[in-house]
């Protein structure tokens, strides 16, 4: 699956990073399967994976999860 980062949006409080959107675009190879959404950063967990390989591994890690909790409908 190809990620892609397509924006990151820092929210402030009290003059420090209080959240973080990271908006993304995901599709296979074949381009059958195309996602597309933002994940939620606190500034804890955006401290340190500030790179755009360190955003795409979380953006899969956290769609991934999301993909195995949601029950099929």
Do not use: W
């Not at 820092?10 to 933002?38: C, L, P, T, W």
């Not at 606190?42 to 956290?62: F, P």
Request: charge should be negative; charged fraction near 25%; glycine fraction near 6%.
């Amino acid at each position: 699956m190809n990620i892609q980062i397509t924006g990151v949006n820092m929210r402030y409080k009290d003059d420090a990073i209080d959240s973080v959107h990271v908006q993304f675009k995901a599709a296979n190879e074949g381009r059958s399967i195309n996602i597309n959404g933002y994940i939620l950063l606190t500034a804890e967990q955006y401290s340190g994976n500030e790179a755009i390989s360190a955003l795409e591994e979380l953006v899969r890690n956290e769609v991934a999860t999301k993909i195995m909790e949601e029950p099929c409908l």
